[in-house]
């Protein structure tokens, strides 16, 4: 099927599978996050937010390089796991998973960032003076108005996980079914010189890609004209 073998099926399920884990973990962390950093401009917010956009500058390498020493068997996390009789996470689907939601947490907080600053206090103040409680709060009336950001984090944050490669490398390697996700196995298939099996995927990424794009900026266009 689309000249696809078995390992391109298995490294496309496990990418997938992948991108799901981190999107799900994301929304649920990025949310308070990106709400608390809307709530003020207090110097702890900026440091906060520095450190969460850090990835957008900071060379994959670099980062997978530091996870690697961290969650590896000679790193404080990953020696510490092995003492209480735990694997490290240094070449597992786990570590990769962990760097995938450091690697694009900007791409989950700044869409609800800037969706919440939008949004502002005062519906939030309102539904709490007419005795909403903190999740009613949430669900009828902040993920209703924002719900446009939502959908852009979502988005953003599962297709840049399909497109990892830097961080993934350094810290899982290539392992058939545990790490070797598509942006890896392009990768050993230029490596390898069967170009044509490299391009079937990275056309397939391609289209995907502006797929996702297409979609983010049709959603902002709908909300910008809601908005007028």
């Known amino acids: 099927m689309l000249g696809l073998s078995p390992a391109d099926w298995q490294a496309i399920n496990l990418t997938l599978k992948l991108c799901l ?3 799900i973990i ?3 962390i990025a949310t308070p996050l990106a709400w608390w950093l809307a709530s003020g401009r207090s110097a702890s917010r900026v440091v906060v937010q520095a450190i969460v956009a850090l ?3 900071l060379p994959p390498t670099v980062l997978g390089f530091y996870l690697l020493m ?11 796991l092995e003492s209480i009789g735990l694997s490290h996470l240094a070449f597992s689907f786990e570590g990769i998973l962990l760097a995938s939601v450091i690697y694009s947490m900007p791409f989950a907080v700044q869409p609800l960032l800037e969706s919440f600053k939008s949004l502002g206090q005062r519906p939030v103040e309102v539904a709490s003076a007419l005795g909403a409680g903190v999740i009613d709060r949430f669900f009828t009336v902040i993920l209703p108005l924002c719900k446009g950001g ?9 297709a840049h996980t399909i497109g990892e490669f830097g961080v993934i490398l350094m810290l899982g390697g290539s392992i058939p079914g545990e790490t070797r996700v ?4 392009i990768y050993d298939h230029a490596e390898a010189m069967n170009y ?6 990275s056309l397939m990424l391609l289209v995907f890609s502006f797929a996702v794009l297409f979609i983010v900026y049709s959603i902002n266009r709908r909300f910008e004209i809601a908005r007028l």
Request: charged share 10%; aromatic share 8%.
């Open 182 to 185: 598509l942006s890896v196995l």
């Open 55 to 57: 990835p957008l500058v």
């Open 150 to 158: 939502f959908v852009v984090a979502a988005t953003l944050t599962f």
């Open 70 to 80: 961290a969650l590896g068997p000679r790193g404080p996390v990953g020696s510490t």
């Open 26 to 28: 994301l929304l649920t």
């Open 21 to 23: 884990y981190t999107t």
């Open 196 to 201: 044509e099996a490299a391009h079937r995927l």
